[in-house]
Every structure is written in structure tokens, then in C-alpha cells.
């Protein structure tokens, strides 16, 4: 049975850190990039950071330089390292796998179950960020 399972969310001030871990079963991490999604208060689901099996990384460009995805093959395990984290981080993170893709419509997509086109994705894990 394929599986994502995230760890690591809570609650912290404005400034700390966290650390997301996804870690996958019935399958590796060695195929299309791993891929973090949030969806936030405004629930808007948008694609935070990924990782290619060779271990390229991309990030858009509000966490840029705050966050840091990284990939362990021997746990099969991708982590999300969070740093100076702002209120506006507050969401629930999605590690999703395999060309996991939201729903999107008028210009808006949906991280929800009933919303996903394709792909592995985890069971979501909240972040909240205080101010």
C-alpha cells in the first residue's frame, strides 16, 4: 500500500522553526520529485518546494532563503526545514509524490481530498505560525 506520512507541524512564534518530515512506504523517492503543497486560511493550495531524485530543489519565492528541503533515500524520507517562520506560513503542508496535482479552477486550486487529480499525497500536517 502506498503511503505519505508528515510529522513535525505545530505551533510557534514568529521567527522559530520547525521541521516537516514526509516519509513514504510502497514506493521511494527515486522517481518524479517529491513536492510540498500548503494550503492556508484564504485556502488557496499552492506548491511550496520540491526535490528531484537527483536532488535539485526549487522553492517559491516568499520562503526562499528561509526554507530548505532535503531527501534521506536510506529512510525514504523528505524533510521541509523551516526557519524564521512569519504568520503568513500558517497552513496545512501536503507531501505529496508521484505528479500529484491539485484541482484548479479560475485560477485558485483546492489541496482538498476531493480535489486531487493525481499523485501520492500525505494526510497534511498544520502549521501555525503566532504573531
Known amino acids: 500500500e502506498v503511503q505519505l506520512v508528515e510529522s513535525g507541524g505545530g505551533s510557534v512564534q514568529a521567527g522559530g522553526s520547525l521541521r516537516l518530515s514526509c516519509t513514504a512506504s510502497g514506493f521511494t523517492f527515486d522517481g518524479p520529485p517529491t513536492v510540498w503543497y500548503r494550503q492556508g486560511p484564504g485556502n488557496l493550495c499552492m506548491m511550496v518546494s520540491s526535490i528531484s531524485s537527483d536532488g535539485r530543489t526549487d522553492y517559491i519565492d516568499s520562503v526562499k532563503g528561509r526554507f530548505t528541503i532535503s531527501q534521506d533515500n536510506a529512510k525514504n524520507t523528505v524533510y521541509l526545514q523551516m526557519n524564521s517562520l512569519k504568520p503568513e506560513d500558517t497552513a496545512v503542508y501536503y507531501c505529496?509524490?508521484?505528479?500529484?496535482?491539485?484541482?484548479?479552477?479560475?485560477?485558485?486550486?483546492?489541496?482538498?481530498?476531493?480535489?486531487?487529480?493525481?499523485?501520492?499525497w500525505g494526510q497534511g500536517t498544520q502549521v501555525t505560525v503566532i504573531s
Open positions: 505529496t509524490a508521484n505528479h500529484a496535482a491539485p484541482r484548479c479552477s479560475g485560477g485558485s486550486c483546492s489541496c482538498e481530498p476531493s480535489a486531487r487529480l493525481s499523485g501520492y
